[in-house]
């Protein structure tokens, strides 16, 4: 394989785990949702490093998106002209 193909396969691995960080941040959400609809933390550490964790995850999960689909574009581009 050439390195376009395997640059292109890293490409379309890495869009479906971003996918998931993205689906994982969101349910963690949800189960710290009470009655009410607002999120519960039991203390001020545990809501710190819940912020921490799923704002790299999601920041993470937006770079992964973009690099991933920068490789494909780039992919049919290059494959196209």
Request: glycine residues 8%.
């Amino acid at each position: 394989m050439e390195d376009a193909e395997i640059a292109l396969m890293f490409s379309l691995l890495v869009i479906p785990v971003a996918i998931w960080l993205q689906l994982w941040v969101k349910s963690r959400r949800e189960n710290r949702k009470n009655v009410l609809g607002e999120e519960e933390f039991e203390s001020t550490l545990r809501a710190f490093t819940s912020i921490i964790i799923e704002g790299a995850a999601i920041v993470g999960g937006l770079i992964m998106i973009i690099m991933g689909s920068g490789g494909v574009i780039k992919y049919i581009i290059n494959f196209y002209t």
